[in-house]
């Protein structure tokens, strides 16, 4: 009996450290007002956590093509719809530098394609973060003036990341 | 800030009592040699799970159409393919009560709907369990002579069941 690592332990590690990493973030943003941005609805769970986690900021969730659970749906003002290479520069023009959290599980399957969109996309994302603000990432970010956080109780090392403006 | 429990803690919860309940059952059932049933493949991860922690037994998978994973994809042979309505007393005429261990998760979204399938499922998986195999399932299940055991440390009430005949 092998006790490899399974898909099913690696995604399980996945998802409880984006919980972990999404609350301590909320928490350490509580007081900040700017809007927080979900990038990728995907099924829309952790966009219903953050839903009912955060009270008194506007979440917008970026997205090419709906799909989420009918629970977990955002009304079409907070929908910004379209691919994120498009949509976020044109979030800079809109919001300007006012987020106060950021998240992002963008990665598919394969390692490497994540890893180049990763660094495609961060300095899209970099210039929306408030003073202050967090940024939480299921891939490494390739950010240039962010700094990355120890990560919280709870989370397993290169599953979930943590970065501060 | 409302800590109602979200789809994510919801979903989390069913992912770890997946895994312990069939870590459970895979150690319990591990001096028998009779197959084991994988009854919806789905993305594979739990497929993936049974394959790495099980040797010696072989894994068939009922599914109505394959979309897994690439590394989680069972070999034509191993693969039963159709409507459970039909594959399931299919493999009763195939494989007789000769199961190890059998695990379903064939449930969608809809609580109700899952237990309507639940009832009409439960009399055609029973009769391919063999003596002292578990069944491992995310909804409650409906059978006349399997026992319902507690279950084992680490999973949550409610989000999976564990059967022995």
Redesign the interface.
């Known amino acids: 009996?092998?006790?490899?690592i399974?898909?099913?332990?690696l995604?399980?590690d996945r998802?409880?450290s984006?919980?972990a990493s999404l609350d301590f973030a909320?928490t350490q943003t509580?007081d900040m007002t700017g809007p927080i941005f979900e990038l990728g609805l995907g099924n829309?769970?952790?966009y219903?956590?953050m839903?009912?986690?955060?009270?008194g900021r506007d979440i917008f969730v970026f997205e090419r093509a709906v799909a989420s659970?009918p629970?977990?749906t955002p009304a079409d003002e907070m929908l910004i719809l379209g691919d994120v290479r498009e949509t976020l520069p044109a979030s800079v023009e809109r919001f300007g530098p006012t987020a106060s959290l950021i998240h992002a599980d963008l990665g598919g399957?394969n390692r490497e394609k994540n890893d180049v969109f990763a660094r495609f996309v961060s300095p899209l994302i970099e210039p929306l973060l408030a003073e202050g603000g967090l940024m939480v990432s299921s891939d490494r970010m390739y950010f240039e003036t962010l700094t990355e956080l120890p990560l919280p109780e709870g989370v397993v090392e290169g599953r979930c990341f943590i970065y501060r403006r």
Do not use: K, N
């Open positions: 009996m092998s006790q490899d399974s898909r099913l332990d995604f399980i998802m409880v984006q919980r909320i509580a829309g769970r952790t219903h956590h839903r009912q986690r955060i009270s659970h629970d977990s399957h």
